[in-house]
């Protein structure tokens, strides 16, 4: 099967980049380019940026965690056949260097993260710092960048060049566009450390199903006590033994909420929860945008409910 893909995409690359030699331009827009965001919060950032040049595609669509998702063939064929694919980088999907391997060192791929540092695997305490549920594809650095709107900021000018370099005649229209774009995320910065500031400073405290609040944490000022899945991928599941360190931590730490990310299994909270008291909160949305009718359809709402979601919890 996998020697299928590999040819399929070998065809459709070099159509593509034979394609590429002559490129055309029209002045209303670029119909041509075909952007494709590999998760729904980077399609909404992309479109954000393309503005009314492009329509940008998605592949994972919303509601479906990134970390389990692997490409069926007709998701392969969508790769192939855009121009440019718009991925987060640092380890967040592991499946893609097997998929567009034959891609690296062209500009088809814009990796949103490009030159952000990764933050040091090894923390201080809790179930973080253990090596088990590290196997399979887990990422071993944390990819979740983007739960900082700061770092943002890179993501919004990896992506404007790589449109710019597939689309010169858009450059005026894409840096117009990441700068508005760019002030909105400086604003909602502001605004959750505002409502942050509402949590005694003593209560910020997360636990949270998986290894996705560190930069998030960073930034606003919260220590993480624990995960009750101890690996930057929701993939991985504790030991027995590390449930009873994670109970004794949220106990010690007078610990009042555990967040789940939506889709998240919830058994393992409410037990805990069960056992210390702290209450179980599971409507966070990271690592997708709902539908437009939900209450995170871009990714300056999901932020913002977050924020609140946590605040109203701890405060
Ligand atoms: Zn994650």
Redesign the pocket.
């Known amino acids: 099967m996998k020697i299928n893909y590999f040819l399929l995409l070998l065809v459709v690359i070099f159509l593509t980049s034979a394609c590429a030699t002559t490129p055309i331009h029209t002045d209303t827009g670029n119909t041509k380019i075909k952007v494709l965001a590999v998760e729904s919060f980077l399609g909404d950032i992309t479109q954000n940026i393309a503005g009314s040049r492009i329509v940008v595609d998605l592949l994972i669509p919303p509601g479906v965690d990134p970390?389990e998702f692997e490409p069926a063939p007709a998701d392969i064929a969508k790769i192939s056949d855009s121009t440019l694919i718009v991925v987060n980088g640092g380890g967040l999907e592991p499946w893609l260097d097997k998929t567009i391997a034959l891609d690296a060192g062209q500009q088809k791929v814009i990796i949103a993260s490009n030159g952000l540092v990764p933050r040091n695997e090894q923390k201080t305490g809790g179930l973080v710092a253990t090596k088990s549920g590290q196997k399979g594809s887990n990422p071993t650095t944390d990819p979740?960048f983007w739960l900082d709107p700061n770092l943002v900021i890179t993501y919004v000018e990896n992506i404007r060049d790589g449109l710019i370099a597939v689309d010169p005649t858009g450059k005026e229209e894409y840096s117009h566009n990441a700068e508005n774009y760019i002030i909105q995320l400086q604003e909602l910065d502001r605004w959750i450390n505002d409502q942050v500031s509402d949590i005694p400073t003593g209560r910020r405290l997360l636990v949270t199903n998986?290894e996705?609040f560190g930069y998030f944490a960073d930034r606003y000022g919260f220590k993480i006590i624990g995960t009750i899945v101890p690996s930057?991928?929701?993939l991985a599941a504790p030991s027995a033994y590390q449930l009873a360190q994670l109970i004794e931590l949220i106990r010690s730490n007078n610990v009042k909420a555990i967040f789940l990310e939506t889709g998240a299994n919830p058994i393992l909270a409410r037990q805990i929860a069960s056992e210390t008291g702290a209450k179980v909160i599971e409507d966070l949305y990271t690592?997708s945008l709902t539908p437009s009718t939900g209450p995170a359809s871009t990714y300056i709402e999901m932020m913002r409910f977050d924020t609140l979601t946590i605040v109203n919890a701890l405060k």
Request: proline fraction near 0%; avoid cysteine; hydrophobic fraction near 10%.
């Open positions: 970390h979740h998986h996705s930057f991928s929701s690592h």
